[in-house]
């Protein structure tokens, strides 16, 4: 730890959640990509094709590239992330999520931006100590408020496909593809 008094806690963690994905993840990113240009082109305005390609390119990339490693930071005047600081009068409440099997740190300010921060917390320990400080300045919510918005991203981001390393041999390929897309739809609707 640095010789800084106003230094409470520090840590560090990837920037975001990250986990290593195989060729299937991303043969359904170009799959996917396609048949969306495809319908464009046919039924729509064609310049919406460029956005598509856009987001498959930026979900290529953050899907092959690790995250760096960051310092987290929680000070007396507040949170520092990243070069980013922010006050604790600027911050409302906080909570953790689950991704790809590490918890997240979300943090909350004030209205009427409602911004959010995104922390990687690695352990239970470092959880624990994070939130003893947080909670000192800030409010805890054990069950998050879900918006539109984060409830259709979590819908989608369960139909995506699993990794091929966590797959058993199947005997029935498209029996099984089918229940299995039929359990992650009724996971999503939940």
């Known amino acids: 730890m640095e010789n800084n008094p106003q230094l ?4 560090k963690a990837p920037l975001r959640a990250y986990k290593k994905r195989g060729k ?16 464009v082109f046919f039924f729509g305005d064609r310049v919406l094709i460029i956005p598509i390609i856009t987001l498959f390119f930026l979900f290529y990339v953050l899907t092959i590239t690790p995250p760096p490693d960051v310092e987290n930071k929680i000070t007396t005047f507040g949170v520092d992330s990243a070069g980013v600081s922010v006050r604790w009068e600027a911050l409302s409440h906080f909570y953790f999520t689950k991704k790809f099997g590490v918890d997240i740190l979300t943090i909350i300010s004030h209205g009427p931006y409602y911004y959010h921060m995104f922390f990687v917390v690695p352990n239970e320990e470092i959880k624990k100590k994070v939130v003893e400080f947080l909670a ?10 879900r918006s539109f918005t984060d409830k259709v991203v979590d819908w989608f981001s369960n139909l995506m496909p699993d990794d091929e390393e966590s797959q058993a041999p199947i005997s029935n390929p498209i029996s099984t593809n089918y229940s299995a897309l039929l359990q992650k739809i009724k996971q999503a609707s939940l």
């Open 8 to 11: 409470l806690f520090s840590w």
């Open 136 to 145: 000192q300045h800030l409010m805890f919510q054990e069950k998050p408020q």
């Open 24 to 39: 299937r993840i991303l043969r359904f990113y170009i799959a996917l990509s396609l048949l969306l240009s495809l319908i």
